[in-house]
């Protein structure tokens, strides 16, 4: 059998497919004409199917499948739908996991690579089910980070639409020479402005970054989903953290 783990092949549905429909011409419950005449094609299309001369598309098992009057998990042995039921109980339960971004977010640090790290860490079904592409970054000293104070871990997500999505409300992940920012923004066509929450002075930190035609994308690297401290050093009952959003409004 043509399988992959605990995969069913669809090659193997649709021999399976072939075979049920050669028992029931063996049986004389059809014949070649009548069953092709009840799907709309050829018997001689039908013949070359049946013979393997010609493939079997998926337009032609749909109609083979209304034809014989079953469905594709009637093409499922009793133990293989009992194993994928289990598997899929399983992966419901099974924690995600993230990697740990090898370096800080902040001013002073090199912006590190977030799609990377070299340690994995299991997530919370309440921190992942929403949200795609979910990494863990330790955060450095950033007076005016609007994170609240002593949180130096965030969960941040990399997705496209989440990044492009992102309002004042947010708390994206900026890069800008060469660091990263956690800052609250407004987007607009030709840059990107941070709003300023607690210190309206001019300091080293960005305040209008201008795009230079490149999108916005290449400047708001993440969103933070949630921040708190960094539990891989502690209890995670002694600090659980905060989360930045409702995530079932997203």
């Known amino acids: 059998m043509r399988t992959a783990g605990n995969?069913?092949?669809?090659?193997?549905?649709?021999?399976?497919?072939?075979?049920?429909?050669?028992?029931?011409?063996?049986?004389?419950?059809?014949?070649?004409?009548r069953l092709a005449r009840?799907?709309?094609?050829?018997?001689?299309?039908?013949?070359?199917?049946?013979?393997?001369?010609?493939?079997?598309?998926?337009?032609?098992?749909?109609?083979?499948?209304?034809?014989l009057g079953i469905s594709?998990?009637?093409?499922?042995?009793?133990?293989?739908a009992g194993i994928l039921l289990r598997d899929r109980q399983y992966e419901k339960a099974r924690p995600a996991l993230a990697p740990v971004v090898d370096g800080?977010?902040?001013?002073?640090?090199?912006?590190?690579?977030?799609?990377?790290?070299?340690e994995w860490?299991?997530?919370?079904?309440?921190?992942?089910?929403?949200?795609?592409?979910?990494?863990?970054?330790?955060?450095?000293?950033?007076?005016?980070?609007?994170l609240p104070r002593g949180d130096d871990f965030a969960l941040v997500c990399l997705d496209e639409e989440a990044r492009l999505r992102a309002g004042p409300r947010d708390i994206v992940v900026l890069r800008w020479r060469g660091s990263g920012y956690a800052r609250r923004v407004r987007a607009a066509a030709e840059e990107v402005e941070v709003l300023r929450q607690q210190n309206w002075l001019i300091t080293d930190g960005p305040d209008r970054i201008?795009?230079?035609?490149?999108?916005?994308?290449?400047?708001?690297?993440?969103?933070?989903?949630?921040?708190?401290?960094?539990?891989?050093?502690?209890?995670?009952?002694?600090y659980m953290g905060s989360f930045l959003e409702n995530p079932a409004s997203r």
Do not use: C, Y
């Open 38 to 67: 009840m799907i709309g094609v050829s018997q001689p299309h039908m013949h070359n199917v049946l013979k393997g001369v010609r493939s079997l598309t998926p337009e032609v098992a749909d109609l083979l499948l209304g034809g």
């Open 210 to 238: 201008e795009l230079g035609g490149q999108s916005v994308l290449a400047v708001l690297r993440g969103v933070v989903v949630w921040t708190g401290r960094d539990f891989r050093r502690g209890s995670p009952l002694d």
């Open 104 to 118: 800080r977010v902040g001013p002073g640090h090199p912006f590190p690579q977030l799609a990377d790290g070299t």
């Open 7 to 33: 995969s069913l092949f669809f090659s193997v549905l649709q021999d399976r497919l072939i075979e049920q429909v050669k028992l029931r011409l063996f049986n004389g419950e059809l014949t070649e004409r």
């Open 72 to 80: 594709v998990l009637d093409l499922l042995e009793t133990e293989e």
């Open 121 to 146: 860490i299991p997530l919370p079904m309440g921190l992942w089910r929403t949200r795609r592409r979910l990494v863990l970054a330790p955060m450095g000293v950033d007076p005016e980070s609007p």
